[in-house]
């Protein structure tokens, strides 16, 4: 079981990203697969939750935070899940991590999320 994460980078406030998450010896298709992210300031707290979508895809979920800003997609044809993030803040900055909801899958190396003028 393997996760990719990439797509993050340098971004100024107000920007947008679009990371994406291929994963490979799992069918994610059967999974709820989420995006997770861990703060700088937090390296050894649990990571943070921020969106999660439903196996086929019909139904999402946010944390508050990023609610509005961010969206969360899936194309199960390709193993890959994505998360398109917009008028990103400061706060944002963290590394992003995906996994299942619950992770039951050894975690990726995460793609690096900074947003700073």
């Known amino acids: 079981v393997q996760l990719v994460e990439s797509g993050g980078g340098l971004v100024q406030p107000g920007g947008s990203l679009r990371l994406s998450c291929a994963a490979s010896?799992?069918?994610?298709?059967?999974?709820?697969m989420s995006w997770y992210r861990r703060h700088p300031q937090a390296p050894g707290k649990e990571r943070e939750l921020?969106?999660?979508?439903?196996?086929?895809?019909?139904?999402?979920n946010y944390a508050d935070s990023v609610k509005g800003r961010f969206t969360i997609s899936r194309d199960n044809a390709k193993n890959t899940v994505y998360l398109q993030m917009n008028s990103l803040k400061p706060e944002d900055t963290a590394v992003y991590y995906c996994?299942?909801?619950?992770?039951?899958?050894?975690w990726g190396q995460g793609t690096q999320v900074t947003v700073s003028s």
């Open positions: 996994n299942a909801l619950p992770p039951p899958f050894p």
């Open positions: 010896g799992f069918t994610s298709s059967s999974y709820v």
């Open positions: 921020v969106a999660a979508i439903t196996s086929a895809g019909g139904s999402t």
